[in-house]
């Protein structure tokens, strides 16, 4: 279903940054963390270029803590990589601007790190192969702005105008429902409530794994396009009873409390103007056609 946009007004500009290497806290810091039940662990955690996890895989399961598909990005400046962590949106197109990988073509599927620190691009696995720590990626970055005159109070969130065009959609009155995987109840949702929604994710809280199989979130894939029941993003994450937010599964679950697989935010309304329908199998790597 077609909805009007101001696609035509969206200014597209260059971000970039370069292919991240996953990092520990300095010394005399421990590498370990605590799993839920106080048990430490030592897993691969986000960042680098990441081999055998791709979007469209299981978000569960893997031997790791919060995952990024594929290859995350950061700028050295703080500064401009709070610029490349605003601007990216998913759906953005990427190319590899230095190293073997030169050329090649890659698509942003998500944001996250600890505080809004890093960019996903997806890269099939033959470029992934040949890339990298440290090559640099160019983003061209166009979403932020995006909005819907028919539908005021809803905002986007790191969303392009192509992958907005491409999810399933249908009004019913003043009413955009978006067509999603499941529905995350607001008790279910944990680290990232309270921070920005400009950049970073939000985490679905996996240790009950009971409610969490109960409710279907078990299934879920990297790539799943969500909806996150009374969650108000329009600046910063937290509750509102009547709000949605759409999001979209960017990274792997975790052993941590308070964290599961993360979500990167793309659209939210505060008072019932955005709604949800069941539409099994709705994930960004078939809309998008993203390529192993």
Same mark, same amino acid.
């Given at each position: 279903m077609s909805i009007r946009t101001n696609a035509a007004d969206i200014v597209a500009v260059s971000v970039s940054g370069h292919v991240a290497n996953p990092s520990f806290s300095g010394l005399p810091a421990e590498p370990y963390r605590l799993a839920a039940d106080g048990t430490p662990f030592l897993w691969p955690t986000f960042g680098g270029i990441v081999y055998n996890v791709t979007v469209g895989d299981s978000a569960y399961?893997?031997?790791?803590?919060?995952?990024?598909? #594929?290859?995350?990005? *950061?700028?050295?400046? %703080?500064?401009?990589?709070?610029? @490349?962590?605003?601007?990216?949106? /998913?759906?953005? +197109?990427a190319m590899v601007m230095s190293g073997a990988a030169k050329g090649a073509r890659g698509v942003v599927t998500g944001k996250s790190g600890r505080f809004s620190d890093q960019v996903i691009i997806h890269f099939d696995l033959e470029t992934r192969r040949k890339m990298a720590v440290g090559d640099h990626i160019l983003?061209?970055?166009?979403?932020?702005?995006?909005?819907?005159?028919?539908?005021?109070?809803?905002?986007?969130?790191?969303?392009?105008?192509?992958?907005?065009?491409?999810?399933?959609?249908?009004a019913e009155g003043s009413v955009l429902k978006i067509g999603v995987v499941a529905t995350v109840p607001p008790h279910?949702?944990?680290?990232?409530?309270?921070?920005?929604?400009?950049?970073?994710?939000?985490?679905?809280? #996996?240790?009950?794994? *009971?409610?969490?199989? %109960?409710?279907?979130?078990?299934? @879920?894939?990297?790539g799943d396009? /969500?909806?996150? +029941?009374?969650?108000?993003?329009?600046?910063?994450?937290?509750?509102?009873?009547?709000?949605?937010?759409?999001?979209?599964?960017?990274?792997?679950?975790?052993?941590?409390?308070?964290?599961?697989?993360?979500?990167?935010?793309?659209?939210?309304?505060?008072?019932?103007?955005?709604?949800?329908?069941?539409?099994?199998?709705?994930?960004?790597?078939?809309?998008?056609?993203?390529?192993?």
């Amino acid at each position: 279903m077609s909805i009007r946009t101001n696609a035509a007004d969206i200014v597209a500009v260059s971000v970039s940054g370069h292919v991240a290497n996953p990092s520990f806290s300095g010394l005399p810091a421990e590498p370990y963390r605590l799993a839920a039940d106080g048990t430490p662990f030592l897993w691969p955690t986000f960042g680098g270029i990441v081999y055998n996890v791709t979007v469209g895989d299981s978000a569960y399961g893997w031997a790791g803590d919060c995952i990024h598909p #594929s290859v995350s990005i *950061a700028h050295a400046n %703080e500064n401009k990589n709070r610029g @490349l962590n605003i601007f990216a949106c /998913v759906g953005n +197109q990427a190319m590899v601007m230095s190293g073997a990988a030169k050329g090649a073509r890659g698509v942003v599927t998500g944001k996250s790190g600890r505080f809004s620190d890093q960019v996903i691009i997806h890269f099939d696995l033959e470029t992934r192969r040949k890339m990298a720590v440290g090559d640099h990626i160019l983003v061209r970055s166009e979403g932020v702005g995006l909005a819907l005159p028919d539908f005021p109070t809803i905002h986007s969130k790191s969303i392009s105008p192509a992958l907005f065009d491409l999810l399933p959609k249908k009004a019913e009155g003043s009413v955009l429902k978006i067509g999603v995987v499941a529905t995350v109840p607001p008790h279910f949702v944990g680290a990232g409530a309270g921070l920005t929604s400009e950049g970073g994710s939000l985490h679905i809280q #996996s240790t009950d794994r *009971a409610e969490l199989a %109960e409710l279907g979130l078990d299934k @879920l894939r990297l790539g799943d396009v /969500v909806a996150v +029941q009374d969650t108000d993003s329009r600046y910063n994450h937290g509750y509102l009873r009547g709000a949605m937010s759409i999001g979209i599964v960017g990274q792997t679950d975790g052993p941590r409390a308070g964290y599961g697989p993360g979500m990167t935010i793309v659209l939210t309304a505060p008072f019932g103007q955005l709604g949800c329908y069941s539409a099994p199998g709705t994930n960004i790597a078939t809309l998008l056609g993203l390529v192993k």
